[in-house]
């Protein structure tokens, strides 16, 4: 009988392999990707667009994988794109690479007023569930991202991760520098042992929470578009991704 293998194995696994330098613009990162039928590529690049401009994502860089292509040993079949968009943790990675000693706790989704994260509503920590919190989530239309995008309030897919509070100003000066690199997805960022977004943090910690890379996702399954979405499912080279403006 083969092993249970929880998603936090798989994340830290992932994250040891991102060699993305923010300063640089170069490297790989973690990729979510979607599969979508070839019919609908235009209306769901859109709504990726609006999502992206509205701030509900990790980056608004994507690569498109027509019928035909391979991306990570993965053929897309007749009929259908595929779409890779960056994987929020790709932060987690960053800060590691710099020697912080991050801790992906989970994802979850937060409510949001006029613009203002209040609070996480649901959460799944990694370390209890073998498939992505985010994916979960969105299957049970927990989201209201249309709502979100269309009047500032609403219900969007987010996780938090834990730091030594020791290291913040390292943590800030790494979150300044991805946020010049097109990752401005830092939802917010908690104070020493005090608790983020009604979360509570550990002894000496201090939370980060960033936007799910999945919300442009749940924007299109909102409108009743299928949209099959394969959460951390391959490393990208970011050189191989345009933005989101670049492409007709």
């Known amino acids: 009988m083969s092993e249970i293998m929880f998603i936090i194995s798989r994340i830290e696994s992932l994250m040891y392999e991102v060699t993305f330098d ?131 309030s609403g219900k969007i897919l987010a996780n938090m991760r834990e730091a030594p509070m020791a290291a913040r100003e390292r943590i800030e000066e790494r979150l300044d520098v991805l946020v010049e690199a097109g990752f401005a997805c830092i939802l917010e960022v908690g104070e020493p042992n005090s608790d983020i977004l009604g979360i509570q943090v550990g002894r000496d910690k201090m939370g980060i929470a960033v936007i799910g890379g999945t919300n442009p996702m749940a924007f299109v399954q909102e409108q009743g578009i299928d949209i099959n979405t394969q959460e ?9 991704m345009t933005h989101i403006d670049e492409l007709k």
């Open 22 to 152: 923010p300063v640089l613009r170069k490297g790989k990162i973690i990729a979510n990707l979607s599969i979508v039928n070839e019919s609908d590529f235009k209306t769901v690049l859109d709504l990726f667009r609006q999502a992206m401009h509205s701030g509900l994502s990790v980056s608004p860089y994507i690569k498109i994988i027509r019928p035909g292509e391979k991306v990570g040993g993965m053929k897309i079949e007749k009929g259908k794109i595929g779409i890779a968009t960056a994987c929020s943790i790709t932060i987690d990675a960053v800060l590691l690479k710099a020697g912080i000693p991050v801790k992906p706790r989970f994802g979850g989704v937060v409510e949001i007023h006029d613009g203002t994260p209040l609070r996480f509503t649901d959460i799944l920590t990694y370390d209890s569930t073998t498939i992505d919190p985010l994916d979960v989530l969105m299957s049970q239309e927990l989201t209201s991202v249309t709502e979100m995008i269309r009047t500032g």
């Open 232 to 240: 951390m499912s391959r490393l990208l080279d970011i050189e191989e």
